[in-house]
Structure formats: structure tokens, C-alpha cells
């Protein structure tokens, strides 16, 4: 079965600062992998997925993150943080080979704060 | 075009209470799918539905919970007997087709707390 480990539940940058969040995940098939950011007292938004193809997605705001098989990772990055980017991140991978019915697992969240 | 739209967006019930939960897909979405976030965790999957359909409900408690999707109206994710564990915030979203491929777009969430 598939799952996801986020490291470290809080992660603190100054603004500017490269934003560097983990994710490792665990499948016995190609896995589907997404990041979604949650502000407060929202729901969910897409920032980026990984289905086939090129490795390093590029999403939006800024925020890329490379798939690397070798490593189970799907770590998100932005070169530059901006105030607006605290928020809390999560990863996810799809449930199921080709995710035909689309069910999602999550991480457990990892809080983003920027100092100013 | 709305959004997904959940209501109510806080819940306070007694221990042996009922709790519904609504979710109002995006226009032009058959495809639900609730979760469930408990504190300091990841979202968890619960149910996916198509109208009318239950489609996979390996998520859900065997016990207490039941959801429906009905033809018309919203989606109805249906809590009874609710116990202090039930409290978490409760997440549905919708897509315009089932599987990964197509994006799911998040409501804001039930956040139910039970006493």
C-alpha cells in the first residue's frame, strides 16, 4: 500500500530564503504524487502533480518539485519566500495504479512560516 | 463558476447527536469525494461517489457513517451517534471525472467538534 512521510511538521524561513519541503513516499507501482497548500480555515488547492513524463514539475507561485525514483522523494522548492507563501503543505500520492478512481493519501502536513 | 461549497462550515454536537455534513460539487462535477482530517494529521480518505452511486467506501467507519449522492441536491456525508472522536474538519471535493488525472477542487470544510 502506498503512503507518504512528511518531514518535519514546522519549517521556518526568513522572507527570500529558499523554501525547501520534504516528501517521501512508499509504492509498489509508479506513483501519482501531488503537493497541495492549505491557508487557514481554506480547503485544499493544487500546486503541482507528477503523472509521466519530465521530472521536475513546475506549479504555481513559484514552487517546483522533482520526482526522483532512485530516492522516493517528491521534495517541493521555491527559490525565494514570500510572506504569503506561510501556509501548510501537503503531500500526496494517488492510491492506486493509473489512480483510476482518484483517491488520495496525504502526509501529515508540514506549517510553513516566513519571517519577515 | 462557485466553488465547492460545504455547509455549515462549524458543527457543535452532544456526544449521541447526529451530524450532516453537506457538500455542493462544483458546477458541472459528478464525482465527490469526502475526507477526513483529524488534528496534527494528513487528510484521509473516506468515500468517493458518483450521482447516485457509492463507488468505494473503503475509507468510511463500517459503523455510524453513511453518505449519499443523490440525483439532485448536494452530497450528504451523514454522521450518527457521534462520539468525541468523531471531531476533526471534514473535506469533500469534487472532479469532473473519476481518477488522478483530472484535478480535485476542495471545499473549505466542516469543522465538527462534538462535546
Known amino acids: 500500500a502506498q503512503s507518504v512521510t512528511q518531514l518535519g511538521s514546522h519549517v521556518s524561513v526568513s522572507e527570500g530564503a529558499l523554501v525547501l519541503l520534504r516528501c517521501n513516499y512508499s509504492?509498489?507501482?509508479?506513483?501519482?504524487l501531488f503537493w497541495y497548500v492549505q491557508y487557514p480555515n481554506q480547503g485544499l488547492q493544487l500546486l503541482l502533480k507528477y503523472t509521466t513524463g519530465a521530472t521536475l514539475v513546475k506549479g504555481i507561485n513559484g514552487f517546483e518539485a522533482e520526482f526522483k525514483k532512485s530516492e522516493t522523494s517528491f521534495h517541493l522548492t521555491k527559490p525565494s519566500a514570500h510572506m504569503s507563501d506561510a501556509a501548510e503543505y501537503f503531500c500526496?500520492?494517488?492510491?492506486?495504479?493509473?489512480?483510476?478512481?482518484?483517491?488520495?493519501?496525504f502526509g501529515k502536513g508540514t506549517k510553513l512560516s516566513v519571517k519577515p | 463558476n462557485a466553488g465547492v461549497m460545504q455547509n455549515p462550515r462549524h458543527l457543535v454536537r452532544r456526544r449521541g447527536q447526529e451530524a450532516r455534513l453537506r457538500c455542493s460539487p462544483m458546477k458541472g462535477h459528478s464525482h465527490v469525494y469526502w475526507y477526513r482530517q483529524l488534528p496534527e494529521e494528513g487528510l484521509k480518505f473516506m468515500v468517493y461517489l458518483q450521482k447516485e452511486n457509492i463507488i468505494d467506501e473503503s475509507g468510511m467507519p463500517k459503523e455510524r457513517f453513511s453518505a449519499e449522492f443523490p440525483k439532485e441536491g448536494p452530497s450528504i456525508l451523514r454522521i450518527q451517534q457521534v462520539v468525541r472522536g468523531d471531531s476533526a474538519a471534514y473535506f469533500c471535493?469534487?472532479?469532473?471525472?473519476?481518477?488522478?488525472?483530472?484535478?480535485?477542487?476542495f471545499g473549505p470544510g466542516t469543522r465538527l467538534t462534538v462535546t
Open positions: 471535493a469534487s472532479s469532473p471525472n473519476s481518477g488522478v488525472l483530472y484535478e480535485q477542487y
Open positions: 509504492s509498489s507501482v509508479p506513483p501519482y
Open positions: 500526496a500520492v494517488s492510491d492506486e495504479y493509473g489512480g483510476s478512481q482518484g483517491n488520495l493519501i
